[in-house]
């Protein structure tokens, strides 16, 4: 060892006498060639030695970073509050106090009072075992086809970490090698490599490395020991406590080469590797772990500063968030924890938010019983992330960046594509089973307790506030996964490629992220922007700001990529239109759950249910902020108890929310111009009439206001003793009038089941005075076609006769007559009565009825049905002619064939070819049979409706050889 040590020390006075110029080398040779190479290859020479070594750092910031007194790099990076005061994390192993500097040279020579010899030795030999018989030459080295490793992992790791994707990279760091090498020695540069390598676990440096892993002063280690971290230093994941076998399989190795550099004998290196080695007792893992925002902040912080270089120390992170807001959502969290366990409770005098939370009223959970809770408060003016807390059952902090089931959280966007397309709060949906999906009642209502019965007609208000999802799952059956996937990617969400929303009640959607989702909602409060920092220069990513800058000790800002952005993502109206709906805490059908957010100030609220019952979710903002609730990581087994994770966010939220409002004057949502308000029926949302049960004031974008009456309440006059619908012949002491729900075929199902009374589709056709003979009509008949000018017959008495008419109304129970024609002034005996014009009247049902005064002033009618019809057959001929030419098949048919439009009213069809009658068809279908004739023919199709109008179809064709 002495031998080697005193060739090390000559090599190094020998070396000093070169080392007066640090660029002495480089600049001789560049004179060399300089004064061989032509002009042009000069002016070339330094031009690209120019642009070679352009901001190439100074040698002296290593010194900086390195000092042992002030050097950055002895303290750890760390996360600060918004104002910058405030210690929020440092990037440290807990268990080490303070980072120590070991010295081992004094600029002259190599000396071990505080580094042992066989630290020295191993580290050379895990290295670069010749690295103090290496040229200080650039050039030499280049030559030589060799690397100069340890100044070069100093100039890579902490002078041109930046520089990655410089095109010179490789040269400029071997440039800068050399001007260390020949500004401070190789003795310095190995200090300052073990005194700033990185061993695993938060560990830098040599000395608490020694202290972290055995327990010991550097000093102290043995040669076995002093293997072991050497190869720590090259490996630091394959360390001695996170994994000890391929820890001692890499001590081996060093000590072996050791061996091969003659540092020792292989005896020795021998009973290294199989000597006992006693590690210092573990950390608990509950020590190293970072509070919930430290993943995200690291994470934005890595976009600008390589996280390795972050984490080596020396910098500090100004993040957004609030320190005050973090203790107080810290200890919240704290106080629901221990609710929840039913322990005992310490509301510390400093913890005002928690004792805003609502009374635990649920079932509590065993100690053993896992449980996650996060907070997150968002300002959507300007994208910052205020504060960020999460728990786990044992106290310990979760991570916020793990995307998580979002449940029904996500049904406001489904919603506000149907505002997009026309639709308005006040619009009718239908809560109603799905046959088609195996989907429970429960499923279908993950809000409710009660018994399971649907709610029918609903407006999208309600259908929204309370998680109904029936109507969601057929808006979203209407507007298709793709649609609803593109929205959700406006706000933020990050959605895989592919994924397929086809459901909302399935057992797993796609995760996202809790940050996301407050940022998504804030859209509404900041009136249909997305503010928050785009993720590149593109812009077509943006997420929540969680950092104002990065610094080092001297106040240079290292921020990068710090594009802030607010982008337009909806229109002012349509984000009007959400809030107004989830701030409405009248729409709730729980009052119980609607106490739990009325904070005695406008706030929207959105919860969220995922299948499984074992997390859940609440979002809600006011006009300032948004914050956000989580409660997960329940196992399956306690939802027996009755655990509604729903209820412990909903709680966080309301005491956070009320916590950090008290600074904000209460507003309410400002009205953008384009809405307007007007009564509406509920639930259909159109023009109220004197059968709606109920009348609301709703919001509507102007345009967008119903213009039509209701119509899903519809008042009919039936026979209350048939239940038939009322016509002309139903005596008038049996007519009624009752409302009936109109429901659409979709929902038949639930109306029987509900027991829903449906509207009669039959007429009461029965005529109680068809048997009298006496005063009658005979024509036209009764429920017969009538077309043009009808002559109307029938008999009227002479006993008691006054006066008569004859009238019309439309339909089979006419509100109004139109009299026909004059007075009947003399009673009739089966003669005509009048006559009827109907061209000009809309086809349709009409009601004919005669109307006789008697002298005891009673009034007698009679009354039939007919159908106006003055449109001629519609038809056209579906055999095919070949565009008239045929070809003759001797014994074959051609199959003549006419179609009608309505078939029904047909009374008869006639076929003639050659002027002579074929067939006549009387029903569907209308088809004769004609055996081929060779020549040309004439076919002609008469048709006679049942009303008397008449069409006819003339084709010719020839029947060719």
């Given amino acids: ?28 040779l560049l004179a060399a060639v300089v004064s061989v190479l032509a002009s042009a290859g000069v002016i070339y020479g330094v031009s690209l030695y120019t642009e070679i070594t352009e901001d190439l750092p100074s040698p002296q910031e290593l010194e900086v970073l390195l000092d042992p007194i002030s050097g950055s790099l002895l303290e750890p990076s760390r996360i600060l509050d918004r104002d910058g005061v405030r210690v929020l994390w440092r990037f440290d192993n807990p268990a080490i106090a303070v980072r120590r500097y070991s010295a081992i040279t004094d600029g002259e020579t190599i000396f071990f009072s505080e580094v042992p010899e066989d630290l020295i030795l191993a580290t050379l030999a895990a290295v670069d075992p010749d690295y103090f018989q290496r040229s200080d030459s650039f050039w030499v080295n280049i030559l030589d086809g060799g690397e100069d490793p340890f100044p070069e992992i100093l100039v890579k790791e902490l002078l041109l970490w930046q520089e990655l994707d410089h095109p010179y990279y490789q040269i400029r760091t071997h440039l ?30 040599v000395a608490q490395a020694a202290e972290f892993y055995f327990g010991k002063d550097l000093g102290d280690l043995n040669l076995g020991e002093s293997a072991m971290l050497a190869a720590a230093a090259i490996f630091p994941a394959l360390n001695p406590q996170d994994a000890p076998v391929a820890a001692r399989e890499n001590q081996a190795e060093v000590l072996e080469h050791m061996a091969e550099a003659g540092f020792l004998s292989s005896g020795e290196a021998d009973r290294a590797a199989r000597a006992r080695l006693i590690y210092a007792d573990p950390e ?3 020590d190293l772990s970072p509070p919930a925002f430290v993943s995200y902040v690291l994470a934005e912080a890595g976009e600008s500063i390589p996280e390795e270089r972050l984490l080596r120390g020396g910098l500090d992170i100004i993040s957004t968030l609030n320190g005050e807001l973090q203790d107080a959502l810290t200890c ?5 924890r221990q609710r929840v366990y039913e322990q005992d409770l310490q509301l510390g005098s400093g913890c005002e938010a928690a ?13 053993n019983d896992p449980l996650e809770m996060d907070l997150v408060v968002y300002d959507p003016f300007t994208g910052e992330l205020l504060g960020m807390v999460g728990v786990t059952e044992s106290g310990d902090s979760a991570s916020l960046d793990k995307p998580r089931d979002p449940g029904t959280l996500i049904t406001p966007y489904l919603y506000l594509n149907s505002f997009t397309q026309g639709f308005e709060p006040a619009s009718l949906v239908w809560d109603i089973p799905l046959p088609e999906r195996d989907l429970t009642f429960t499923d279908l209502h993950p809000t409710t307790n009660r018994e399971e019965e649907f709610l029918g007609p609903v407006n999208m ?26 929205t959700l990617g406006l706000f933020g969400f990050s959605i895989p490629a592919g994924t397929n929303l086809t459901s909302l009640s399935a057992t797993e959607n796609s995760p996202l992220k809790m940050t996301d989702l407050l940022q998504g909602f804030g859209v509404f409060v900041n009136r249909g922007y997305l503010k928050g920092r785009a993720v590149d220069a593109t812009g077509l990513e943006i997420k929540p700001v969680g950092i104002l800058h990065i610094e080092d000790q001297a106040g240079l800002d290292y921020s990068q990529n710090n594009y802030l952005l607010e982008k337009k993502v909806i229109n002012e109206e349509l984000a009007y239109l959400v809030n107004h709906v989830l701030s409405d805490k009248e729409a709730w059908l729980d009052p119980q759950t609607s106490d739990v957010f009325r904070i005695g ?24 902020i948004v914050v956000g609730a989580w409660t997960g990581g329940l196992a399956p087994e306690v939802e027996r108890i009755g655990i509604d994770p729903v209820e412990i966010s909903a709680d966080l939220w309301r005491a956070v929310t009320q916590y950090v409002s008290q600074d904000f004057k209460a507003e309410e949502w400002e009205m953008p111009p384009g809405i307007i308000t007007q009564d509406v029926c509920y639930p259909s949302g159109d023009l109220p009439t004197e059968f709606c049960p109920r009348i609301v004031r709703e919001v509507f974008i102007q345009g967008n206001e119903p213009l039509g009456l209701d119509g899903l309440y519809q008042a009919l006059e039936v026979n209350r003793e048939t239940g038939l619908l009322a016509s002309v012949f139903t005596p008038a002491a049996q007519i009624e009038e009752r409302v009936y729900l109109n429901v659409p075929p979709l929902a038949d199902t639930w109306a029987e089941t509900a027991g829903i009374e449906v509207p009669p589709v039959l007429f009461d056709l029965q005529d109680a005075n068809q048997d009298d003979d006496a005063l009658r009509l005979t024509t036209p008949d009764n429920l017969s076609f009538v077309r043009g000018r009808v002559r109307i017959s029938g008999s009227i008495p002479e006993e008691g006769f006054v006066s008569a008419r004859l009238q019309y109304g439309i339909g089979l129970n006419p509100r109004s007559w139109l009299q026909i024609g004059e007075d009947i002034t003399s009673p009739a005996e089966n003669r005509s009565l009048g006559t009827w014009d109907t061209s000009d009247l809309a086809e349709g049902i009409y009601a004919l009825q005669l109307v006789v005064i008697q002298e005891s002033q009673q009034i007698q009618k009679r009354s039939l049905i007919v159908s106006v019809d003055n449109t001629p057959p519609e038809f056209v001929l579906v055999t095919d002619l070949f565009d008239g030419k045929i070809t003759f098949q001797k014994g074959e048919d051609l199959l003549l064939e006419v179609q009608f439009t309505n078939p029904a009213e047909i009374e008869e069809v006639d076929f003639f070819m050659n002027d002579t009658l074929l067939a006549s068809r009387r029903i569907s279908p209308f088809i004769v049979p004609w055996q081929l004739v060779l020549g040309s023919h004439d076919l002609v199709v008469r048709a006679l409706d049942q009303a008397g109008n008449k069409a006819e179809l003339s084709v010719e064709f020839s029947v060719i050889q």
Avoid: C
């Fill in 284 to 286: 608990s893992d509950d």
């Fill in 601 to 624: 100030r406008p706030a929207g609220v959105k919860t969220g249910y995922v299948p499984g019952g074992q997390s859940g979710w609440v979002i809600g903002y006011t006009p300032q």
């Fill in 355 to 367: 004792r805003l939370l609502p009374r635990y009223s649920g079932p509590y959970l065993e100690l």
């Fill in 332 to 336: 919240t969290l704290e106080i629901m």
């Fill in 176 to 205: 800068l090698a050399d001007q260390v090498i020949a500004t401070y020695g190789r003795e310095k540069i190995l200090e300052w490599y073990l005194n700033s390598a990185y061993y695993g676990n938060q560990i830098y440096g």
């Fill in 1 to 28: 060892m002495g031998y080697q040590l005193h060739l090390l020390r000559f090599r190094k006075k020998r070396q000093a006498k070169s080392r007066s110029n640090p660029l002495g080398t480089i600049g001789f």
């Fill in 461 to 486: 208000r309600t259908a929204l506030v309370n998680d109904l999802l029936s109507p969601a799952e057929q808006l979203l059956d209407t507007q298709g996964s793709p649609r609803f996937r593109s």
